[in-house]
């Protein structure tokens, strides 16, 4: 008979996006590596950024790369509850990798939150009966008063599966030790006592300088600092969310300085158009690793027409993004490149847009309301959306020897799908690659590319990571634009490894992980209810 519990490390946040995620993967290699199986879990995620499980379950970004740093396997129940907004008010709810409904945020902290709660408990018990330790991530603040009577991330699933409880403070942001303080005060004394240490993360600065402050925090909220991390840059690995997007490369911040840069050795200008409801960012992250590019997230039309390659990437809301995009005068500095012979690429919504017609009749972007808009006309297919989701991980062969002009060396890459809708081909089009999802043994074709090869459409996620191939897309986009071959290139496949332990042992050299290990020792392991 399987355990009933495992013994359960939290990681609660003075806010949102104070490091949580990177230091529950931290804190879980640095527990596999001593031997322990360990796996993670977040109730319930908000997030446009997700990643497939092996068989075809949909969870927050976060949790796969933490069951990475765990050596576990990524699974649904990690992440039984995942929020994908669709606007303001409203958003889509996945639930235990599938889509479960689209639904108000009013009804769904009021009243859906309740009927789900089962389902998280249900996934924590299968989880604590397979493992040794659970590492709990939270979520935002567990101190949301306005939000706190239906908060099942937080402390109501801390007290559910008795676990010891980190508070982490983001110093870079200020105002640390008021909001360890602020945090302490606003929880009732039951959740107070599962609260066993605090965090002070992303210093910088002399040590000597922090020190007087965190004595008197930790006298005035009665618990011990288990250690203060220093900022780490360029950690290189994903990111869960829309808030660490504004962080990210901005045409401010990569491109200025280039306007003066001629020659074949500058660097490429790929420019990724950041739409109000952009999905799955971190598909770029390893082409914004290469030396031999300059990448960019644009939001005005004016600097789309100054890249070498604009990509239009995925869409939560796929129809209202393509009516920004036409607001924003993006479609005609779209047709100008075309005119000029310039890299375009669409990936998931963004080569749906690129298409001739996108049909929603079934409403699966639009509360269950019929719509449908022409697109940019650039290839030739339509786009039939549905409400069943495809959620894969695939390995994939370019059909086509070439793209921009030039001969690709590498064709097959990996990555996953997730996305609505039927790609129906027009016109003799020609399809992108074949792809053949895990678990599969037929295989099918994705995408679409121009009879020239300079515009061309995949609904598949991660179509960079892979380095053998993306060193060779760069080569063939470069030599498209007149500029040389690569003189350096990135290894990030290979570095992945490299990067998570760097962070366990930047994370280890700065927590007391002694101190963490024996609040496991000492608790007491529970099923919750």
């Known amino acids: ?66 069951a990475e740093a765990c050596r576990v ?24 990798g599938r889509v479960w409904g689209q639904v108000s945020a009013a009804d769904y902290h009021q009243r859906r939150v309740e009927e789900l709660f089962p389902i998280v408990l249900d996934s924590y018990r299968k989880l604590a009966g397979e493992y040794d330790t659970i590492l709990i991530e939270g979520a935002g603040s567990p101190a949301e008063i306005n939000l706190k009577e239906h908060d099942i991330v937080n402390m109501r699933m801390a007290q559910a599966a008795n676990a010891a409880c980190l508070l982490v403070g983001d110093i870079d942001r200020g105002g640390v030790f008021a909001s360890l303080l602020g945090t302490m005060e606003l929880l009732e004394p039951s959740e107070r006592s599962l609260v066993r240490g605090f965090v002070v993360n992303k210093f910088r600065g002399d040590p000597s300088l922090l020190r007087p402050g965190i004595a008197m925090i930790e006298d005035r909220i009665s618990l011990r600092c288990a250690g203060v991390v220093p900022f780490l840059h360029d950690p290189g690995l994903d990111e869960e969310d829309g808030v660490a997007l504004e962080d990210r490369r901005t045409v401010a911040r990569t491109w200025r300085g280039l306007a003066t840069q001629d020659g074949p050795d500058r660097p490429l200008r790929i420019g990724v158009v950041a739409f109000p409801h952009l999905a799955n960012f971190t598909d770029f992250d390893a082409l914004a690793m290469e030396p031999s590019v300059a990448l960019a997230f644009v939001e005005r039309a004016e600097d789309a027409a100054s890249a070498d390659l604009v990509i239009l990437p995925g869409s939560k809301q796929t129809l209202d993004d393509l009516d920004w995009l036409r607001n924003r005068g993006f479609d005609r500095a779209i047709a100008e490149l075309r005119g000029r ?6 990936i998931c919504g963004g080569m749906q847009m690129l298409g001739r017609v996108i049909e929603d009749q079934a409403g699966a972007e639009n509360n269950g309301e019929p719509r449908s808009a022409l697109g940019l006309g650039l290839l030739p297919i339509a786009t039939a959306l549905h409400t069943s989701k495809v959620t894969r991980q695939v390995s994939g062969v370019l059909q086509m020897p070439g793209i921009f002009g ?60 892979n380095d053998r191939f993306r060193h060779a897309f760069l080569r063939v986009a470069r030599e498209g634009c007149g500029l040389a071959a690569p003189g350096q290139t990135a290894f990030v496949t290979t570095e992945r490894e490299r990067r998570i332990d760097r962070l366990a042992g930047h994370v280890r050299s700065s927590l007391d992980m002694e101190l963490i290990e024996s609040w496991l020792r000492t608790s007491i392991p529970v099923a919750p209810p």
Do not use: C, W
């Open 406 to 465: 030039g001969l690709m060396t590498e064709r097959s890459f990996q990555g996953y799908e997730i996305h609505l809708g039927e790609t129906i081909y027009q016109d003799r089009a020609h399809p992108l690659s074949e792809i053949t999802r895990l678990g599969e043994s037929a295989s099918l074709r994705d995408g679409v590319i121009s009879s020239d090869g300079f515009v061309f459409g995949t609904y598949v996620h991660g179509l960079f990571d």
């Open 1 to 66: 008979m399987a355990r009933m519990g495992a013994r359960a490390l939290m990681i609660l946040g003075t806010a949102s996006h104070v490091g949580k995620s990177l230091l529950t993967a931290a804190i879980g290699r640095i527990l596999a590596d001593e031997g322990k199986r360990v796996a993670p879990f977040k109730a319930q995620n908000m997030s446009l950024n997700s990643a497939a499980t092996p068989d075809g379950l949909e969870i927050g970004r976060a949790q796969a790369l933490q």
């Open 341 to 346: 012979r310039a890299g375009i690429i669409g």
């Open 73 to 96: 396997s990524a699974r649904a129940e990690m992440n039984p509850i995942l929020i994908k907004p669709s606007s303001d008010t409203g958003a889509q709810i996945v639930v235990l």
